[in-house]
Structure formats: structure tokens, C-alpha cells
């Protein structure tokens, strides 16, 4: 086939695939384009007629040139970069300004790093070769004309090509940085659910324990009562056999929300949250090292639900453990008082005598405790002391309710729980925020300098 008309169809498919990206592409992002290059053109043409050059066609020419190289730079940002030697090399000052934004924004977009040296090492010596080649022409001095070259090659297009390097090379960094963040910010989310879901099937499965067996002898006695009644008190019959099929149903309706749970033996709730309870949790912790002492505050026996031991029990036990994993060495109390209608349950720590840096667990059994006293209608605290230390306080209701665990719709999580405190090298403080793309706006200040003082003495010739 003929090598002009396989060129002609070549250019119909890039002209054909340049209007579907233009089509394709944000309405903001074609009339932000479309703005620069007008600009570009207007700065590149309208000082021609104020500051006449030696050829006014050639510097036009330069100038529509140029601002064809602003769209250019982002379908085809090899070519744009090679295409700013002419604009270098060329006599029209205004248009050359434009260079450096085309070069360092079409280097950004070159990959991989390789391709990008060698665009720009084949741009820097075009710019130089093309100078030479007007210094033949022109019997320019040599030695002072050929440091210009160099000068305006390295101005122009190599340090904007390398701050437009080291910015393309963030952005990969940068969008990986961002999915990594997401996907941490997911896996905390699912370890956040998962621990709500065990919690709440070991309150099921609690309830089921508790309840179940009481339900099946309510339900029993009140079979046994509905006999007798039909035999020696025809007139309560109805009303036994009504007590019968409730006691019946709420056992039915039982199962039919917690499910069939498997029986833990070790899930006896009977002798949790005690006095002596706490007191072997806490002497637990004091064999394994720590300095815990229990604080009891209750003016008389307290009876309280066996969900409300249940839940002392957890609390105490998470903050003992936490204690001795974050704040080893440090003493640890813990404190029950007697409130009337609710119990406090709280387990605070000292600052460790040497510092320890955060971090190291996901709070997952936090938030499992806050799942659990939520749906007993209380509240938990977990959260730095301002003179040091840690504390976990918890208030629970002595009688709470009974809402199934499936209505409670989840909350957000308050106080970090759930959540690691961020450490202190993951904080963006300003420093790190201009740090990050400083090293390459500082290769852009010779350029900004050199590129005023061509216009201050294009201005005054």
C-alpha cells in the first residue's frame, strides 16, 4: 500500500479517536483546556503588533503553535514536549513563557520514568542543536552563543521536565496511597460488624440460657395446671389453657428469634459480676504482674440482672487486659459503685512508667462492649486521662430491658472505639503537606526567575 495513503488513514483514526476523547471528556475539564489555550494564544499574539519582531509571520506562526501544544500535551505529551524546540528556539519571547507549563505538565504524563528521560534528553539537545544551527547561520560568536543554548535548553525544558518527573512519579504513589486507605478503612469497618455480631450472638445465646430453661418450666407447670383446672375447676380451665399456649408461644418465639444456639457450659452467668468475681479477676491480673486492686462500693447486696453481671464482668475483664497489653507496669484500679438504679464499673490505669507508643490491636473488643451495654441501655466511656493513664467506665441500668438484639440499628462509633488513634508519623501536619511536593516547586524557581527577566529585556528591546 502506498505510504501516503496508509498516513492518510492513520490521521483520520487520530482525528476520529482526538473528537470521541473530547466527546468523552468532562465538560469541565474541555472548557478549562479550551480557556489556557485561548490565553496561551492571546499572550503568544498580541504583543506582536506593540513589540514588532524581525518576522512577524514566523513569531505568529510560533504563537498558534504553541497554544496547538496546550491540548496536544494530554493525548499526545511525548510529541508536545518535542514540540516546544522550535517555540525555544524561536524569536518570539511571549510565546516561549508558555513552554515551561507545557513541558512540566507533559512529563507528567509520560510513563514509564525512561521514556520520560529520554524525551527529555532529545528535547534538550534538539533545543541545542537548532541554536547551533542559527548560530551557523547567523556568524554568532560561538562560545558566548552556545552557553546561551545550553542555557535556554536547560531553562526551558529540562528543569520544568524534571519537577513535571518527580510530580508525575507521586501521582501513582499518591492513588495507591488513597485505595490502600480505603481498603483499611473497609477491613476496619467489617472487623468493627464482626465484632458487633459475635457480641451480640453471645447476648443471644446468654438470653437463650437464661430465659429458655424458665420459659420451658413456665410452660410445663403451666400444662400441669391446665389439667387440673379441667378436672376440679372447669371455670379456670380457659384461662389455664391460655396461660399454656403463652407460655408456649413466647418459647417458640424465643427460639424463633435468638435461633438454635449451641450451650456453652462455661457460659453460666449465675456467679459473674460478684464481689468475689471481681475479686478474682482483679487477683488474676495481680499473678500476672499487675498492680491492680478492686474498689467496692455498695452500701448493701446488690441483686442486679444477670445481663448487668454479665456486662460488669466483660468490662472488667477487657480493661485488665487492655491494662496489662498497653500499660505494663502501671497500677490499675478497679472501681464498682452502687448508683440506685444503675451500676458504674470502672477501670482506670496510671500512666506506664515508660512511654509506649499507640497502636497494636483494632479496639474490636471495645466495640464489642459497646455493643453489648448499648443494648442494655447504658453507656461506656473508653478514653485517655488528662493526667495520664486510661480509663474504661461503664454505666449500666440494674433492670434493663429486653429489646431483641436485631432492633437496635447500628450507631457510629464515639471516642475511637473501634479505631486505632492515629500514630504520630501518620498526622498531615503543614510541614508534611508543602514537603510533599516542594522538591519539585523549587526546581520551578530558576525557571520562574529566568522566564520574568526574558520579559523584562524583551521589553526593553
Known sequence: MNPAVRAGRRLRREVAA???????????????????????????LAPVPLVPPSHPVASVL?????????????????????????????????????????????????APARRAWGVIGASGAGVVLVLLAVHVATAVPEEPYLAGSLGLGALFIVLPALSGLMMGRRRPLTRLLRERNAYLEHARFLTEEAA???ERTRIAAEMHDLLGHRISLLSVHAGALQLTAERQAPALAAQAELLHSTARTAMEELRGILGVLRHQPDADTGERGTREDLAALVAGSRSAGVDAELHWEAAGPTDPDPRTRQAVHRVTREGLTNALKHASGAPVRVVYRDEGDTVLIAVVNDAPPAPRSPGG???????????????????LHAGPRPEGGFALTARIPVRPASPPPYAVPPRPVADGAGSRPPLPTDVLTWPRLLGGGCAALLVLLPVTAGTIALLILAALH
Open 196 to 198: 458487633r455480631m459475635e
Open 62 to 110: 510560533l504563537g498558534v503553535w504553541t497554544a496547538l501544544l496546550v491540548p496536544a500535551r494530554r493525548r499526545y505529551p511525548s510529541l508536545a514536549v518535542l514540540g516546544c524546540v522550535p517555540v525555544v528556539a524561536g524569536e518570539n519571547v511571549w510565546a516561549t513563557v508558555a513552554v515551561p507549563y507545557v513541558v512540566w505538565s507533559a512529563v507528567r504524563r509520560i
Open 361 to 379: 490491636g483494632s479496639r474490636s473488643g471495645l466495640v464489642g462492649l459497646r455493643e453489648r451495654i448499648g443494648l442494655l441501655g447504658g453507656t
Open 18 to 44: 482526538v473528537q470521541e476523547a473530547v466527546r468523552g471528556a468532562p465538560r469541565r475539564t474541555v472548557v478549562t483546556e479550551s480557556v489556557l489555550t485561548g490565553l496561551v494564544l492571546l499572550c503568544s
